[in-house]
Structures are given as C-alpha cells and as structure tokens.
C-alpha cells in the first residue's frame, strides 16, 4: 500500500490498529529462553504468529510487526546486532502469512533507543533509525508508526530518517515522560509542528498513564492539528495483586474512552501495555469502519 492510497483510506474511515505485544508475549510465558522480544521472530516465530493472529481475529486494520526495538543500537545489548536484517525481514513475513488475502495494512514498529548508553549524540541515534528504517522498506512494510518517544529531539531523529529512507506512509506516537507533561501546550505545539514540517502522516499519544489522561490530550491535540490523529492508550498502570501485575482499567472502561477520542477527531485507534485481544475486539465492535470525523483547524 502506497502513501496515497493510506491517506485516502484514512480520510473515509476509522482504522482499529491492534493491541500490546511484550505484555500479551509475558502473559503467555513467551518471553523464556528469550533476551529480546525481537528475538522471538526468529527463534520462536509461531510464538509472535499466536499473537499476531490473534489481532487479526480481533478486527484490526493495522498489524504492528514485531520490530519495535529492531534497531542496531538496541541490538547491541543482547549480542544480536548482526541478526537485524532477519528479525525485520522475519517480522513483516509472518505478519503477511498470518494476514493471507485479507485487506490488512502492516506498519513497521519504530520506537526508542535503549537510556542504558545515556544520551546518545543525534547522528548515532539517526543512524540507528536510518538501518531500521531501510530494512522495513527493503522487505515492504507498508507505513511504520513510530511510536513511544518521549523525547522531541529521538523524534526528530527518527521522524527524519524514516522520511529519507521509506517511501510509505510515516504516523508519530510519543508516550509522557511523566503525568501530565505533554498538558503544556509549548510542547505540544512543538511536537506538532515537527511532525508536520517532517512529513508525518498522522500524529498521535500511545502508552503512558490511564486512556482518560491520554484522550484529555488528544482533545488539545486535535485543536492544534488538521492531521489524523492516533489514539493507542494503555490500559492504565500495573499493580501488584498477588504478586502479579495487573492493569486495572477495563474493557468498558477501555472502549469509552476511546469513544470520547473519537468524538474529539481520533480516527486511528489501538491499545498499548497491559491490552489484549478482548479491548481490540471490544473497540472494533464500536469503531470500525465508521466514518472519520471532520475538525475545523
């Protein structure tokens, strides 16, 4: 799928991406004998093909490939740097075999670099997201989500080498660093015009606290852009029951809010840490399909 032909399906109607990954890989105990969840793809791919199709039975549009940390730098630290071509390449295969003739989009996942190296200078981190983003254009993705960035600076430097390196449709996603932090309109407005002025086809919040904080920002979000908005929320923070971790906000919960988003002008929806297949399905019973809102920017 080309750019134009996302945009324009984009413009006619809501679009259900799917739901979290490393949580439903740990509720599954799929994470053992693993280093990276990356890893998964080549090691264990009918692992990530569980999940995978388990979206797609879900009714999601969009399926993330399993790439989010697929990056040389992030690599690095588990000693597979010299196996992301495979991981990539693996990630969109399975993906494909898994979807079969059904008319479903799969994005490559971009997301953060690793804090453990501290600040990395802009050329390293831009390297690193211009290797990731090559591979997903060499084995066709057809757009990437970069998602989970805290950083306006990370953004920059992957929203950039995305842009030069991957012919398809590029979506922004940052996640709050902290409670409220992204509420400052400085830096929400910074936020869209970088994504603007860089090409971004859609922009977005996934992650971070509670989906009710996360669509109090799209209302503002939605204000200050005329671009389609994504709206990937967690289903809020874990905690401990039992010496298990869970997430405490329902799927009902999960589903009004995401409602609400879409009465601001959200037309792309999913769900982050701690959702299952059960939101997705939940969302898509409520969204799919219908009509993308018009805003007045």
Same mark, same amino acid.
């Given at each position: 799928?080309?750019k134009?032909e996302? @945009?324009?399906?984009?413009?006619?109607?809501?679009?259900?991406?799917?739901?979290?990954?490393?949580?439903?890989?740990?509720?599954? $105990?799929?994470?053992?004998?693993?280093?990276?969840p990356?890893?998964?793809?080549?090691?264990?791919?009918?692992?990530?093909?569980?999940?995978?199709?388990?979206?797609?039975? %879900?009714?999601?549009d969009?399926?993330l %490939? $399993?790439?989010?940390?697929?990056?040389?730098? =992030?690599?690095?630290?588990?000693?597979?740097?010299?196996?992301?071509?495979?991981?990539?390449?693996?990630a969109i295969?399975?993906?494909?075999?898994?979807?079969?003739?059904? =008319?479903?989009?799969v994005?490559?996942?971009? !997301?953060?670099?690793?804090?453990?190296?501290?600040?990395?200078?802009f050329?390293?981190?831009?390297?690193?997201?211009?290797?990731?983003?090559?591979?997903?254009?060499?084995?066709? %993705?057809?757009?990437i989500?970069?998602e989970?960035?805290?950083?306006?600076?990370? @953004?920059?430097?992957?929203?950039?080498?995305?842009?030069? $390196?991957f012919?398809?449709?590029?979506?922004?996603?940052?996640?709050?660093?902290?409670k409220?932090?992204?509420?400052?309109?400085?830096v929400?407005k910074?936020?869209?015009?970088?994504?603007?002025?860089?090409?971004?086809?859609?922009?977005?919040?996934n992650?971070?606290?509670?989906?009710?904080?996360?669509?109090?920002?799209?209302k503002?979000?939605?204000?200050?852009t005329?671009?389609?908005i994504?709206?990937?929320?967690?289903?809020?923070?874990?905690?401990?029951?039992?010496?298990? @971790?869970?997430?405490?906000?329902s799927?009902?919960e999960?589903?009004?809010?995401?409602?609400?988003a879409? !009465?601001?002008?959200?037309?792309?929806?999913?769900g982050?840490c701690?959702?299952?297949?059960?939101?997705?399905k939940?969302?898509?019973?409520?969204?799919?399909?219908?009509?993308a809102l018009?805003?007045?920017?």
């Amino acid at each position: 799928m080309d750019k134009k032909e996302f @945009l324009n399906l984009l413009s006619q109607k809501v679009l259900i991406a799917d739901g979290a990954y490393a949580t439903e890989l740990q509720r599954k $105990n799929y994470l053992i004998d693993i280093k990276t969840p990356e890893e998964i793809n080549i090691k264990y791919p009918q692992r990530i093909c569980d999940i995978y199709c388990s979206y797609i039975d %879900a009714g999601s549009d969009i399926i993330l %490939a $399993n790439t989010f940390g697929a990056n040389p730098i =992030n690599l690095l630290r588990f000693g597979l740097e010299n196996k992301i071509e495979p991981i990539i390449c693996v990630a969109i295969s399975l993906a494909r075999k898994c979807i079969g003739k059904r =008319n479903i989009i799969v994005a490559g996942d971009i !997301s953060s670099l690793p804090k453990s190296f501290g600040r990395l200078a802009f050329k390293d981190s831009y390297n690193a997201f211009c290797a990731q983003a090559k591979l997903l254009e060499k084995f066709k %993705a057809d757009i990437i989500i970069i998602e989970t960035i805290t950083d306006l600076k990370e @953004l920059k430097a992957a929203l950039i080498a995305a842009c030069e $390196n991957f012919s398809g449709a590029i979506l922004v996603s940052m996640a709050f660093a902290k409670k409220g932090g992204m509420l400052d309109l400085k830096v929400m407005k910074n936020y869209i015009a970088l994504s603007e002025s860089l090409g971004a086809c859609a922009i977005g919040f996934n992650c971070s606290f509670s989906p009710a904080d996360l669509c109090d920002h799209v209302k503002i979000l939605a204000q200050n852009t005329s671009l389609p908005i994504l709206f990937k929320p967690n289903a809020g923070l874990p905690v401990l029951i039992d010496q298990k @971790l869970v997430f405490p906000v329902s799927i009902a919960e999960f589903v009004e809010e995401s409602l609400r988003a879409y !009465s601001y002008g959200a037309n792309i929806f999913g769900g982050c840490c701690g959702t299952r297949p059960e939101y997705i399905k939940a969302i898509a019973g409520k969204l799919k399909n219908k009509k993308a809102l018009s805003r007045k920017n």
